[in-house]
């Protein structure tokens, strides 16, 4: 395989970090076996062509650090990999190399032309390959999908992935499938141009009709893999969420909730930084009861309707962008998923006639 599925890194990204190591444990990321017909090359030029994300700088300075051993040593960069190496690459923070092995997995793609694609990402799916999650993402599929439709499986595709979104939530992602697009599009979601409407089902009976949440997100200063909300100027990178109400039910609330920025979790962050998590969210305290009775009856209610959506209940709706060829806006919306369309009922009928406070 010769071409490199490709990642710019924009600024913002909304991304799972149960998909990176931890920063006291050094994990296996990639292992590769060097086929009997290799001809002797560079290892970093080698690596280049097999590893997203991969640039020659990157790989010198993880061969310099030790994080690639060949045969379980370690080499420079101008070492020539012979057949029958072992290469592999480690990782002891953020991952940044992953080696794309095409899948075919099942994909709802809701718009593709020459330039780029728009995806309804299921729950459950991460996006992309990191630790522990090497297979079943949404690249591994894209990559097998656009191997399919070009007819060469010896190559791997070029794909941009310019934005993601959390494993446990579901909607709608845009991929670029040219480096001008990728380009185009990374600059939109850095200028905050890009519309995106989410829906969520939070905890608690919302206050006011519609707001606005500022906070610093950042990483938890003692649990790595959870973000916090910060004051301005004290850690993380600014924030900002709007929300409006679009149905109440006493004990949570249906919101929509549009983004200014897109940091990691925002949304998750930023809903329990105002005391209403949303349903269902077992990392931010969603997955307890936090508004209600202390009645069996209603408690039994609640763990059946989590049992229907065991993840976050928050669906990316609508993605709004300018085609970055033709110049064209483009607005895409998805529905809801039937397990936050479940949950949302049930809270519906539960609440129907009844006087909630």
């Given at each position: ?19 990176e ?5 050094q ?38 650090d ?47 032309d ?122 993380g ?43 269902g ?36 709706k ?15 919306n ?24």
């Amino acid at each position: 395989m010769s071409a490199v599925i490709s990642s710019l890194e924009a600024e913002e990204w909304e991304e799972d970090p149960e998909s990176e190591a931890s920063e006291e444990q050094q994990a296996e990321r990639v292992r590769i076996t060097i086929d009997k017909r290799q001809e002797p090359i560079r290892i970093d030029k080698f690596l280049m062509n097999r590893l997203e994300g991969a640039t020659r700088n990157k790989l010198q300075h993880a061969l310099d650090d030790g994080h690639i051993l060949v045969n379980n040593i370690t080499v420079k960069s101008n070492y020539k990999i012979r057949p029958g190496d072992e290469i592999v690459v480690f990782d002891n923070r953020a991952p940044e190399f992953a080696e794309i092995i095409p899948e075919e997995l099942p994909l709802d793609i809701v718009y593709e032309d020459d330039d780029l694609m728009i995806v309804n990402k299921r729950a459950g799916m991460v996006v992309h390959p990191g630790c522990g999650n090497y297979t079943g993402t949404l690249i591994n599929g894209l990559a097998w999908y656009l191997q399919q439709q070009s007819g060469d499986v010896t190559t791997l595709p070029r794909v941009g992935l310019v934005h993601r979104i959390d494993k446990d939530t579901t909607g709608l992602v845009v991929i670029a499938k040219t480096e001008s697009a990728m380009s185009l599009l990374a600059a939109q979601f850095k200028k905050h141009s890009v519309h995106r409407r989410y829906v969520a089902l939070v905890w608690g009976d919302m206050e006011e009709e519609t707001g606005t949440i500022i906070a610093h997100v950042g990483r938890h200063e003692r649990f790595r893999k959870k973000f916090a909300a910060y004051p301005e100027g004290e850690h993380g990178k600014e924030a900002i969420t709007h929300y409006k109400v679009l149905e109440r039910f006493g004990y949570v609330t249906l919101v929509e909730l549009q983004l200014e920025t897109g940091r990691t979790h925002q949304i998750r962050v930023h809903m329990q930084s105002i005391g209403h998590p949303l349903f269902g969210d077992s990392t931010y305290g969603g997955d307890r009861i936090v508004k209600g009775t202390i009645f069996s009856k209603y408690k039994q209610f609640v763990e059946n309707t989590m049992a229907l959506i065991p993840r976050q209940s928050l669906h990316a709706k609508e993605l709004g962008i300018v085609h970055p060829v033709s110049g064209e806006s483009l607005l895409f919306n998805s529905e809801l998923p039937a397990d936050m369309q479940a949950a949302i009922e049930r809270w519906r009928t539960y609440t129907k006639g009844i006087q909630v406070h």
